[in-house]
């Protein structure tokens, strides 16, 4: 089975098989660090950051030479081709030409499947914005698989900034498709997104259960959760979980510890300033009971302050390593996606299907994407926006390359020419008659002006 | 036939039988780029940006990894040993002494030339300021004979910034070479220069004409051109010119539109908001008459504004083909430079010799280049600087490392000194005497001032 | 004999023997530079630049192709990782499970050895702070060995910038062990350290003689010495210094003069206005003189204005050669760390031991290191600052990092609790009480308020 020519924008891009079949090759590719290899040779992979990041980039770079291949690359672009007005597109679709592989990182979110959709060539995702980051998730699951075994029915607590932590989102996603329990330990003010708990219960079928432990436990310095979100793929937790406290869960200890640094670049001052003084630090001490005995510590790294040194030398401490892992899991990515190697796909795995197949909102106009961070915003002169309708109550689109929701205040039916002038009419979107309008021949309007403006008047149901 | 170590600091280096050579060698290198190459196997090339251009740079690099050498980078170097304040010569003669080929981009006009005086080795202009830009305009050319089969005889529309884009002039003159007849189509403001229509009849020995027709043209909507230049290779077209107005030669079409972004980098700061609001835009609506059918739409790239999105599914667009082109092309320069490969020159090809064998004024005194971006300004310490003396009415000097024309006022004979003392005297320029100097014995002043500094006295010619 | 593994942070990493071995690889790897070499086929080298230097990353990029490694590159890191409050230590360990060797220039003083601690891979020190850059010195010595065929008895002026030039201070150690006789001709205001001048004489056991000759040198326009080292290696050149003046040790000429450039960057504002002013400047009117007919001339480069141009063309100037020859040094340096070739050491080669084996104090506290640059100041949250005692008198600690030299004020011993608890005092560092604690015992105070704190009183020997 072959990923020939297929692209990484979010993990989701691949299937839990093909996950598994890519981490057996990892392990193969392990092999190959001590010689060069000539799995990709005559390939050439452009390297292509937009935002600093030496880890990352030095890491997939390293895959590409063990794999026998080139690389070409190009830091801090910013300040150059794109300074004199040149779209992502056409960045795209130029080094495309030049290169068999391209590995983007990007600060605005959605960048990469711009570059997906037009670069003719196989394209990695190595973080656009506070959006993905699949490749971290890839070797963080590795990590585990190695120490682990399995994902599913593992316990892992997710700490820190849970908010701005994109590493974070995509491993709650991917941990709860593979039947994880995840339990979250944000720093104040920088919980979980209501847009990431809303896919994780929606998309992945899990549940969520809020604590009010949080402040309890803080009292008795335990180590409090605010939110367990508990997979399906559990189904015996998931009927107990009513019946055991948060705290009696944590007295079972966790698998793993997952823990993130307050991605300042990302937040406000404010949070930032809060997050400053409350952060949650972890150290030996705080590590010292049995229930932690056997706790994976990881971190993708860079860690500032919410990490002690004094952890580095615990057996516990797995964040060198999972740094260390990205290389073969990189290899392995690169070689599937360039045809040098196929998947060996056990058939007995459980195969996952990304979401549900939402209906399309893409008249290209009507809506715009709220995140000014987004792809669409940005080059907006010839990307058209284009969102799924997730929800119809309350509406809700959510934008197909960044995944931030909007709410749409008005809507509109492209029917009405069916009948008289007279029934071009807008109604409020959370009307009963909005939602008996099918999502193909949906219009949507961010204000009632809009709406005028296409030549709309207010039906009975667009009150404020 | 070797080009083995000379350097491509300017297209004109090349022969037109080379080029067509070369082009062959390209089409040949197209077919390595699936595999891995060994033709410059343990050979280094080095590229040294000191003005950032991610995608010339990526495709030489790509160009060379396709080839099986290996590549050392340093971007935007003015941060680095510049600022310790080293000379290009020295850098040169440094990293000539580390890599068999180095691939220069210099803000600096004339740079290359040092560069490939000092390094050692062979050494490709990247871009050196607004001077040259020698490898596009083989693309570009390349672009046209995949496309045309021929330059011979094509009518090309350059169209945008005629003043300030190198990669403009640079193919003007080739173009010429070659025997193609070029309209000239100027954003307002940014006419071809001078010294460019100069350097085209005078040196490529075609012909010149000027139209009023822009005004009037611009009224009624049509493609109007601001010149039209035709080379002597199309001695029918010669002869007919006088016949044709352009609006007719217009209605005829072109072979290919080449368009070019505002060089606002470059540009003051009123010309660069002049252009702003009237750049001209091409767009599928601009070319849906049918006299355009066949027109290739071409572009440097990176574009702003003036290439509208809507012609990119357009299959006479070539923009990206080009850019894809320029990686073979430069894998047959690289590997002709390197000696690595050899070239198959067409017995019956046209040679073409640069210029004019020009006298040279190199008495380092007396004239200095007068465009501040020029090397030899910059560099002073160390380069002498060199002119050809390409006009005796009015004088015109010509700079050998960034073509800028100056006129000196004041002359003198260096053989004074046979007569008595009182025969040392300078001149006007425009003078009758003045040219009955010989250049050999020619010496200029920048003023009288600087003539009497020198010891020279007025002669009766020597008034205002 | 191998180096397998092993780092190289201070050219005294490698002994006498070593470096001999390392240069007959260097020779034989000269052989290799037309070729693609196979030697290091497989293995991977980060270029780790925390601050710019494009010649010396170039050169040791070009020597890692050369032997047919990868090369992955990270420079300008200040503005990425780092800006994320990443540790050196952080940086080194995963940098180090990406690669097999690592290339380090940072801007902390001691930054290299840091990485060497925590990488798990060998580490070469391109530069760190003012402090070393051992492949500096070795391209140096070995451009003299091919030169001169020994080092061991010639004369070697040391000419300009000797207070903050890196490369100076190396040599000069390098020099000594070799059994060179050094002449320090120093730029006004810019005198060799008097750290520097102890550890020559100290640890190299050499001989320091202090001149007067430079204010009536200068005045007769003659090329004087501000003092002249010389080794105990030439003990017949020792027995017969009392004898001859400077200036007739100049008249005599030396074999050659090493130049180098004011290191602005690192002087303070006066410093490098009054260097401006007076700094010596090398070029072939000074090198007129018979006795500098077979001086060779050498810089490390860059240079500004300290050597004319009018050297570059004479046969003694060899600092392009210098340049060239670092490419084969560090060929022969990376593949002795990597393992993939073994020392040819010669059995009478004299070996070094690197200096006096003095006790260690790592209390951790009562001292810091004084430089501000040093990376112990600076990586203060993991890193214990470490110390030689390298004098009692007075009390002399250096710094294991940096090779800064701090002088405590006060001192106790640890041996304080045999006794009584009255007997907890602390001494003033140069009382004859001071010298009787033995170093394993020894606690210092950076001040008297300092010891009371950790609860000692004054004795009476603790007098100001």
Known sequence: MGLDGRSLVTVDDLSNAEIEGLFSLADEMSNLMTEQSDVCRGKIMASLFFEPSTRTRLSFEAAMHRLGGRVITAVDIGATSLAKGESIADMARVVGSYADIIVIRHPWEGAAKVVADYAGVPVINAGDG???????????????????????????????????????????????????????????????????????????????????????????????????????????????????????????????????????????????????????????????????????????????????YDMDSDRRSKYFKQAALGVPVRMALISLLLGSKTLDVRQDSETFIRKANYPRYDRGYGVRCGNEKCVTVNEGKYIKPEFEIVSSQPLTLRCIYCDHEVFPKYVASSEWHDGTIERKRYHSANSHWARRIKPENLIVFESESEAQCYGFKPSKYAGG
Chains 1, 2, 3 share one sequence.
Request: avoid cysteine.
């Open 130 to 308: 506070g959006h993905e980051h699949p490749t971290q998730t890839l070797l963080d699951l590795y990590t585990l698989v190695k120490e682990r075994g399995t994902i599913k029915g593992l316990k892992i607590g997710l700490w820190g900034d849970l908010k701005y932590g994109r590493t974070v989102h995509s491993l709650a996603y991917a941990l709860a498709r593979f039947g994880a329990t995840i339990l979250f330990h944000p720093a104040p003010g920088l919980e979980i997104p209501e847009h990431v708990a809303r896919k994780l219960t929606r998309e992945y079928k899990g549940e969520l259960k809020k604590s009010d432990a949080m402040n309890h436990a803080a009292k008795q310095g335990l180590f409090a959760v605010d939110a367990i979100y508990v997979t399906p793929t559990s189904p015996h937790q998931l009927a107990m979980m009513p019946d055991i406290s948060f705290e009696v869960e944590l007295e079972k200890g966790v698998d793993a510890l997952y823990i993130t640094r307050a991605q300042k670049e990302r937040a406000t001052t404010t949070e930032g300033q809060a997050s400053d003084k409350a952060y949650p630090v972890v150290d030996r001490r705080m590590l010292k009971g049995k229930e932690f005995r056997e706790t994976l510590v990881m971190h993708p790294l860079p860690r500032v302050d919410e990490l002690a």
